[in-house]
């Protein structure tokens, strides 16, 4: 078995070992082998290609930008996603527009520990893929599964865009698959991770899997839950949840994030102007709490949906 961590880890020496333009920065991603061990004895395989960097976001983001227009491909570990705000104008201002003021590609990977943990607190768990989202010139990944954590990291490295991706931590290790892919759908594209008939459920990241595990409750109550797993939130696709939506015809968009604006408004709001006829009741979206996150577990696993309140939400959606 291997987990979703393993993955990643695995993705990033494939990516080192197949091409020589390839190297990892980030704090205490060498000998140390990074916070998460995302890195562990890479810095011993790939001698002088494992890179410590200084703490400053700012000008991690800043090296591997001049790095990648001078002709290499580096990959960026942030220790939490919360700390990629310290270097946001580097990213936003910089890696997402270089291309189009300039021709010249920006093929930055930059690695964000995302979501919650119990007892991780607010200062280690935001979700940021909205965020990045907003600006053109990013690719934004959210990989649910093991195959995806490794296939996705290893397309984001090849893609000459500068690229977001948002790893769940809380999945690092509660994910186990039997082996790597050999093969994979393309960055862009959702999944259907469960079919059915009711309600369409869109998600991502690690809302997936409390998705399915509602699905997996109503199932029992004959209720056949559409479960859609989006892969990536830049870009959208929107054509895969328009058509789950005609055939349950009710959404629900999932997601880990706070509810003002993000990724599930922006489903909600496609499906809504481009798919309206196609409803048969109002949608619906579910996020965390608008607070920032606590840290007593207790607190936390309240904080953000979960298959319990998923299940209430579906359950409203569907009596109307």
């Not at 104008?89 to 919650?116: D, E, K």
């Not at 328009?242 to 968009?253: I, P």
Request: aromatic share 8%; with cysteine; hydrophobic share 45%.
């Amino acid at each position: 078995m291997i987990t979703y961590l393993e993955a990643i880890r695995e993705a990033q020496a494939k990516a080192l070992a197949d091409d020589p333009r390839v190297f990892i920065y980030g704090q205490d991603v060498g000998a140390f082998g990074g916070a998460f061990k995302a890195t562990k004895g890479l810095a011993k395989e790939f001698p002088g290609r494992v890179l410590d960097a200084p703490l400053s976001e700012d000008a991690i983001v800043g090296l591997a930008i001049g790095a990648a227009i001078d002709g290499m491909r580096p990959i960026v570990e942030m220790q939490f996603a919360d700390f990629s705000t310290v270097g946001f104008n580097q990213i936003v201002n910089h890696a997402a527009t270089h291309f189009w003021r300039t021709g010249v590609p920006c093929p930055i990977t930059v690695r964000l520990p995302s979501g919650g943990t119990a007892g991780s607190g607010p200062f280690h768990s935001q979700c940021m893929e909205a965020l990045y989202a907003t600006y053109p010139g990013l690719i934004v990944m959210t990989p649910a599964t093991v195959e995806d954590a490794y296939s996705m990291l290893l397309e984001a490295v090849a893609i000459d865009d500068p690229v977001i991706f948002c790893e769940h931590k809380y999945l690092y290790y509660h994910l186990k698959a039997e082996a790597l892919p050999t093969e994979a759908m393309p960055v862009g594209k959702a999944r259907i991770a469960r079919a059915g008939r009711d309600l369409t459920v869109v998600a991502y990241s690690a809302m997936v899997h409390e998705a399915l595990a509602c699905a997996e409750e109503l199932a029992g109550e004959g209720t056949e839950i559409e479960v859609v797993d989006l892969r990536t939130v830049k870009p959208l696709d929107t054509d895969t949840v328009l058509a789950s939506v005609a055939r349950t015809g009710r959404l629900l968009a999932v997601g880990e994030a706070w509810p003002w604006g993000g990724v599930n408004a922006e489903v909600v709001a496609r499906v809504a102007s481009d798919g309206f006829a196609l409803l048969d009741a109002p949608p619906r979206r579910l996020n965390a709490k608008d607070t920032p996150v606590p840290f007593h577990p207790n607190l936390w696993g309240t904080h953000r949906p979960t298959a319990r309140s998923i299940a209430v939400a579906v359950r409203e959606v569907l009596s109307q």
